[in-house]
């Protein structure tokens, strides 16, 4: 409708300023020194995090009788911890159910998750066909993967094109 145009351009400014004060009060809270000096501590629990992820919202979707490709999809478009989780550790170390240096990991693990998600989806195209290759799942395109929308257009040439 034109009134759902007009309201999206003039709610997209605002959208742009609450991103930009999202990002820079988490710039605010990390410590760039004790990002570099426990690098490998927070890179084990981005690696977790994004394994545990993929593996419960892959089997979650694929229980939905979608294809395997959707469900990859799936699990690693949602593999980033989302910025609510921020306020959920924030509340729990000032209850001092999380310990200081226990909330800077996972703030720290939080913040790459989601710097990298935007990477990660523009290279999901190349990643998808190497990871079913990588697990033995054939490659093939049902009716369901264009159904729910991953998979925008009909198959030319054996070759189809996936949201980025």
């Known amino acids: 409708t034109p009134y759902m145009k007009r309201t999206a351009a003039a709610i997209q400014p605002l959208a742009s ?9 988490i710039g605010m809270i990390i410590n760039p020194t004790f990002f570099w000096s426990n690098i490998g501590v927070i890179m084990i ?6 394994v ?5 919202v892959t089997t ?8 395997w490709k959707i469900s990859i999809i799936s699990g690693i478009g949602l593999a980033h911890v ?7 550790s924030s509340k729990l170390q000032a209850h001092l159910l999380l310990s200081r240096r226990a909330y800077l990991v996972f703030l720290a693990a939080t913040v790459t998750t989601i710097v990298l998600a935007p990477l990660v989806l523009r290279m999901m195209h190349y990643m998808i066909p190497r990871i079913m290759r990588l697990l033995n799942i054939p490659n093939v395109e ?6 729910a929308g991953i998979l925008t257009q009909r198959p030319r040439h054996g070759r189809s094109v996936a949201h980025s």
């Open 82 to 88: 989302g910025e609510f989780s921020l306020l959920f």
């Open 52 to 56: 545990i992820k993929v593996i419960i």
């Open 142 to 147: 049902s009716e369901d993967d264009y159904r």
């Open 45 to 50: 629990v981005v690696v977790q995090i994004v």
């Open 17 to 25: 300023v609450f991103a930009a004060m999202l990002f820079a009060s």
């Open 60 to 67: 979650v979707v694929r229980l939905f009788n979608y294809s």
